[in-house]
């Protein structure tokens, strides 16, 4: 097990925004290898992820999942499926799918519609393969994947049949659906599994072959002594599999949010249905056991989003203001900690941490200690009217960082962000005392002195953006805002030149800010 009580640092580097040579046009599991090995040669030993659960059709955002438990076929690598390259690759992809894919992989962003296409098409012409060569003979692999069906069944068996029935239904919204399918009525179920069996099957085969790579990805992780860090989204969206099968545990005439924030003065609509504690309660919380589950089967740590949410809700209601719930602190308190003790129980052997920014109240950040679950330090908004908290106070058990995915990059914050006065207040602080006469400029000074202050944070664990860790100003998302714009960042380097002298520059001063501050393990100095 990794620990974030021991003394360490790590990137968040959306698995998206990962490139190599084969890439086709978006980041890839396969990918994964590579930049751990050079994470791990730079002395850092945790790589954070934003969440890789299925997204629907159309969708950017991967807080927006139609499933808390497959993972998005998007980011398979073909280029290592057996079955396609048995089939003939990518010479076998009929010439509007080829034309796109070259179109995808010379894309400065990703049009996750056109990758999403091409790759549904190859792994149609995988999977036809497989049905014929493998599963209609009975080998060994329709063996393995039989046994990966039975062992994932728990969550497998409905999203395959809510996948099918929703292609079925030409992508139509499960709440447009029959009545009978739509309230899933027993005998209506077993017809359509039965009558869709192909369909389940090709679902089914493609999570084995997501569950097979992200194995080998752990596992060469592990060699190079990374722990992959997940991302737990508070909720799922409303056409998904989890609320098709789950409908009494969810409110669908309510819509969750959150309250006027830095980000939003109106405060945020998420479009989001709003959980049934109580009902939820009844079931001893299977969703969430399950959940918590699958996250800890995927990552070594998993960072709880909008962790506040599990301890009271902001709802939109239909008519009416929006109001949190529920509306005693007592009661929150209660909630929160009851939630939060079934996802460490059932999350057993994984780290979590807690995603608690933006309005939350102090109880809810005592109680987190009190779980000895670490919240995050956010340099940026570590300050009291004006005067900026030393990193060297932050409390051990916390999560220091220069950003999240929702925030502008630390050059931007500090050339365009910040005012004189702000920079004056935290050039004061003694652990940035290198940034003293310093001005608006984003010099490689200031950019070393911005992080060599938050490296000597006292938390145990500081994990960087990785735009940050070079210094650029790309941005991954404009919280409140859709468009090309958001979740379509991606690395300016490919694996390979990773491993080359292109960034040997960086390896080598991530590398001395980790020893330097004691965040470099012996096992990771030897590399």
């Not at 002395?43 to 969708?59: D, K, W, Y």
Request: hydrophobic content about 45%; aromatic content about 10%; proline content about 6%.
């Amino acid at each position: 097990m990794y620990s974030i009580a021991t003394r360490t640092a790590g990137l968040l580097v959306p698995l998206f925004a990962l490139r190599s040579e084969r890439d086709w046009g978006i980041g890839e599991i396969g990918d994964l290898a590579a930049y751990c090995q050079w994470l791990g040669s730079a002395g850092h030993r945790f790589l954070q992820l934003l969440p890789i659960f299925e997204m629907p059709a159309g969708e950017r955002s991967p807080y927006g999942a139609l499933s808390t438990f497959a993972v998005d076929p998007i980011y398979l690598s073909l280029g290592e499926v057996e079955d396609f390259l048995e089939a003939g690759g990518e010479a076998m992809l009929p010439g509007p799918e080829r034309a796109a894919l070259d179109a995808a992989r010379v894309e400065t962003g990703i049009d996750y519609d056109r990758v999403r296409t091409v790759k549904r098409r190859a792994l149609e012409i995988a999977f036809a393969r497989f049905d014929l060569r493998e599963w209609s003979t009975g080998s060994s692999r329709a063996a393995r994947l039989r046994d990966f069906a039975a062992a994932e069944a728990d969550w497998l068996a409905d999203y395959a049949l809510f996948r099918a029935c929703q292609e079925r239904q030409a992508g139509a919204s499960w709440t447009e659906w029959e009545p009978a399918l739509r309230s899933r009525a027993p005998e209506v179920l077993a017809h359509a599994r039965q009558t869709f069996d192909r369909d389940l099957r090709f679902h089914t085969y493609v999570q084995w072959l997501a569950s097979e790579q992200w194995t080998a990805a752990r596992r060469a992780a592990s060699a190079a002594g990374v722990a992959l860090a997940g991302d737990l989204p508070f909720m799922v969206g409303r056409e998904s599999a989890d609320v098709w099968s789950r409908q009494e545990e969810f409110q669908l005439d309510t819509e969750l949010g959150a309250p006027p924030d830095a980000f939003n003065a109106e405060g945020q609509r998420w479009g989001l249905p709003v959980p049934r504690w109580e009902t939820m309660a009844r079931g001893d919380f299977g969703w969430l056991r399950a959940r918590s589950r699958r996250a800890a089967a995927l990552f070594d740590a998993v960072r709880i989003d909008h962790v506040v949410g599990f301890y009271r809700i902001y709802r939109f209601p239909t008519t009416g203001a929006p109001e949190f719930v529920p509306p005693d602190e007592g009661e929150q308190l209660a909630l929160g900690e009851r939630l939060l003790t079934v996802a460490l129980a059932s999350a057993a052997g994984t780290a979590l941490m807690g995603e608690d920014l933006g309005v939350v109240p102090d109880f809810v950040r005592a109680s987190l200690v009190r779980l000895a679950i670490p919240g995050y330090r956010v340099l940026r908004w570590e300050d009291d009217a004006g005067v900026f908290r030393d990193p060297s106070a932050y409390p051990p058990l916390s999560v220091a960082t220069s950003g999240t995915h929702d925030t502008s990059s630390l050059a931007t914050w500090w050339s365009e962000e910040l005012d004189p006065a702000a920079r004056r207040a935290l050039a004061a602080v003694p652990a940035f005392g290198g940034l003293r006469d310093a001005d608006a400029i984003f010099t490689p000074a200031v950019h070393a002195a911005l992080l060599d202050g938050l490296y000597g944070a006292a938390s145990s664990l500081v994990m960087v953006p990785v735009q940050d860790a070079y210094g650029g100003r790309e941005r991954i998302n404009v919280p409140a805002t859709v468009g090309r714009r958001n979740w379509d960042f991606r690395l300016p380097w490919t694996a390979r030149e990773l491993a080359g002298p292109a960034t040997a520059d960086l390896r080598e001063r991530l590398h001395a800010l980790a020893r330097r501050h004691g965040r470099s393990p012996s096992a990771l100095e030897r590399a």
